[in-house]
């Protein structure tokens, strides 16, 4: 159901509030330049400093100006069952074609409560889910067993992984059937993760490099693997600088040097500085080729 390159979107900030114009600007570079898909609210977003009429502003907004071109799959999870399921709702109302489902964090449930989580999340909506599994961040790894199970419910259509680990995609893809969509939660990971039956990536250099991104994607899914190892290592060293720090600070600093945003940031996030902030900004310069012109911007 979803393939190809989907921008984990960065949320625009002015004085404080959502810059929803820098949004719809970015909005349409993605489009323009030829991504599959969009992301919002997600991490990237940095959605949890954001308040719930914030997350419905900008998945509305996404939507708005997507007005159908690429598919919108919103950021709507949480660590607790009812406030995802709450947060779902409002996607779905707000006019989002997916959900995109992270593990709860903090509280570390078993397996069986993972799986009871997700399926009462799914059993809410009538949006496609894609699982989000992220154990760097969360502290709790879906095992590819109960990943299996949700893969039964109707609506759980794929996830994004995140586990850094191709031992785990091959278990997926044999648990869980060809039809279970694997989208790369890592942009370096995409080339190698697509080799094994991925469909794409959920990627945060896609903001910055949408053309070249999807370029790459693209070749891979069309079985050019020449051309799609040529784009992996060209846009390797950006991959690796946009994480030279947290995500999404790099990456929202990237955004800014090119005029995309501005680089305002929510505490407890901050922005690049010193040596990183050099090296990002050597990485762009040398990046130069891969990322839209300023008469594109």
């Given at each position: 159901m979803f393939s190809g390159a989907f921008t984990a979107l960065i949320t625009p900030f002015r004085n404080g509030e959502v810059d929803v114009e820098a949004l719809e600007g970015l909005v349409e570079l993605q489009i323009q330049q030829g991504v599959h898909g969009l992301v919002p609210c997600g991490t990237t977003g940095e959605t949890p400093a954001m308040s719930e009429e914030e997350d419905r502003l900008v998945i509305s907004t996404v939507v708005r100006v997507a007005d159908g071109r690429v598919p919108v799959v919103a950021g709507s999870g949480s660590n607790s069952t009812q406030m995802a399921i709450k947060y779902t709702k409002m996607a779905q109302e707000a006019g989002a074609d997916g959900s995109l489902q992270v593990s709860p964090y903090y509280n570390k449930p078993t397996q069986e409560g993972l799986f009871r989580h997700f399926a009462a999340i799914?059993?809410?909506?009538?949006?496609?889910?894609?699982?989000?599994?992220?154990?760097?961040?969360?502290?709790?790894?879906?095992?590819?067993?109960?990943?299996?199970?949700?893969?039964?419910?109707?609506?759980?259509?794929?996830?994004?992984?995140?586990?850094?680990?191709?031992?785990?995609?091959?278990?997926?893809?044999?648990?869980?059937?060809?039809?279970?969509?694997?989208?790369?939660?890592?942009?370096?990971?995409?080339?190698?993760?697509?080799?094994?039956?991925?469909?794409?990536?959920?990627?945060?250099?896609?903001?910055?490099?949408?053309?070249?991104?999807?370029?790459?994607?693209?070749?891979?899914?069309?079985?050019?693997?020449?051309?799609?190892?040529?784009?992996?290592?060209?846009?390797?060293?950006?991959?690796?600088?946009?994480?030279?720090?947290?995500?999404?600070?790099?990456?929202?600093?990237?955004?800014?040097?090119?005029?995309?945003?501005?680089?305002?940031?929510?505490?407890?996030?901050?922005?690049m500085e010193g040596a990183n902030l050099d090296l990002l900004r050597e990485t762009l310069e040398a990046a130069n080729h891969l990322l839209p012109t300023p008469e594109e911007v």
């Open positions: 799914a059993e809410s909506t009538d949006l496609p889910i894609i699982l989000y599994n992220i154990p760097g961040r969360t502290a709790v790894n879906i095992a590819t067993e109960t990943m299996a199970r949700l893969a039964e419910v109707p609506n759980i259509v794929g996830v994004k992984e995140s586990t850094l680990s191709m031992n785990v995609v091959s278990d997926i893809r044999r648990l869980c059937g060809p039809d279970f969509d694997i989208l790369s939660g890592d942009d370096p990971m995409t080339l190698p993760l697509m080799s094994l039956g991925g469909t794409g990536v959920i990627s945060v250099a896609s903001n910055v490099a949408p053309g070249a991104v999807s370029d790459m994607v693209d070749a891979l899914l069309a079985g050019d693997w020449e051309r799609g190892r040529e784009l992996h290592y060209e846009l390797l060293p950006l991959f690796r600088a946009l994480f030279v720090e947290t995500n999404p600070i790099p990456v929202k600093t990237a955004a800014s040097l090119l005029g995309l945003c501005s680089d305002e940031m929510r505490l407890p996030l901050i922005p």
